[in-house]
């Protein structure tokens, strides 16, 4: 990942920027093990390839960039207009291989092979207005702003169960598009009283899809926060969050047939903040999220909107600087996860993972910043 960044302030209160990244991967495609409550199912384990073994190169290859120009303009101490937009380009290429998830059946399908290469173009606009007012011992800050996004993606992908696990051949599969638009206004106010710090807000979206499909959401948001010391806050959070079922059909067959429901999740969480050091603070919070209406397969490989699942746990985290030069973020979290539209409580999360990047800035090598990063999950 390279990721430039420029500034220019030709005034105090007036700033341009322009942030870019070019982003490549390439790893391995082991997906496609089955695995069941958590460990791999039957004579597969963790280090199984699949694809090593049918004498295949299935990798996981995804090149990306993004141009995105800001302003920031600050005429007054109590307001400042955000504004910026930019263009986002990814593509992902992919064959997996993998045992069979339906079992081995007669005809002698051993193996699931799934292709995919797609071209995204993302489009993006925003501008925020941010306005400070200071009565008495209560401090306001209101945001009120609008945004755009618009995504177009051409490609092909393949799914078949195969006897040799041959994938197939690309030129027969036919390319799919598609492109959606997200028109959205937000408003929130954060309230400062005393020790007690309030965030309320709501988000409005407008959606079109590629079918020229149309509906609008809504998802609001509220927390809460208590100062008891200046190294210790407990908290607590709630969310809601909605978006259409947009690019699923009923039937597969029938582009006119598209899913216009809407999906919802609500989020709840709670806990305390912990400040050891100067710059350091550990936080420790549980949550519930709770998801319906969301897509699900049937039998015949067309959808519906009747997914309904829940997921609960603890996380400990760190994130700060431990010195001046030395940066953490660190985390703990554990999880379950239950469908309760199957009625299985199959793990589609590791139920323990830990996650750690630091950084540390070297003054004596031309100020360059060095970074490592691990993740583990059981």
């Not at 809504?218 to 607590?236: M, Q």
């Not at 603890?314 to 554990?334: K, V």
Request: hydrophobic letters at 35%.
């Amino acid at each position: 990942t390279v990721a430039p960044s420029f500034l220019f302030q030709p005034t105090e209160e007036l700033k341009f920027g322009l942030d870019t990244m070019i982003q490549y991967g390439d790893t391995p495609g082991y997906q496609g093990i089955n695995v069941i409550n958590g460990r791999p199912a039957g004579e597969w384990s963790w280090d199984t390839d699949i694809a090593s073994e049918l004498g295949h190169d299935a990798r996981d290859r995804y090149l990306s960039y993004s141009v995105m120009p800001w302003v920031e303009w600050s005429p007054t101490d109590a307001y400042t207009l955000r504004a910026g937009g930019g263009f986002s380009w990814t593509q992902l290429k992919y064959t997996h291989f993998g045992p069979n998830s339906s079992g081995y059946n007669a005809q002698g399908n051993l193996y699931e092979v799934s292709y995919y290469d797609r071209i995204s173009r993302n489009y993006n606009a925003y501008i925020h207005n941010i306005y400070e007012l200071e009565t008495g011992p209560v401090t306001q800050t209101f945001l009120v702003g609008g945004d755009y996004v618009g995504r177009d993606a051409q490609g092909r992908s393949s799914f078949q169960a195969s006897a040799t696990g041959e994938p197939l051949r690309r030129d027969t599969i036919a390319p799919t598009s598609s492109f959606t638009e997200r028109y959205g206004i937000i408003l929130q106010d954060q309230i400062e009283w005393w020790r007690f710090t309030a965030v309320a807000g709501i988000r409005g979206d407008h959606h079109v899809s590629a079918n020229h499909n149309r509906t609008c959401t809504y998802s609001p948001r509220a927390g809460i926060s208590f100062k008891v010391t200046d190294w210790l806050v407990p908290f607590a959070n709630i969310s809601m969050t909605q978006a259409p079922n947009y690019g699923y059909f009923k039937d597969a067959k029938d582009k006119d047939s598209e899913l216009t429901s809407k999906w919802k999740t609500v989020q709840y969480e709670g806990g305390v903040k912990v400040r050891p050091l100067e710059k350091l603070w550990v936080t420790a919070s549980a949550f519930r999220i709770e998801q319906d209406n969301s897509v699900v397969t049937l039998a015949d490989n067309s959808y519906d909107e009747q997914g309904e699942t829940r997921s609960r746990g603890f996380e400990l985290s760190a994130s700060g600087e431990i010195t001046e030069n030395w940066s953490l973020w660190a985390a703990w979290t554990f999880i379950e996860y239950a469908n309760k539209y199957s009625g299985s409580d199959i793990e589609r999360f590791p139920k323990n993972a830990v996650s750690l990047f630091t950084t540390y800035k070297a003054h004596w090598l031309f100020d360059t910043v060095w970074g490592f990063g691990y993740k583990w999950g059981l």
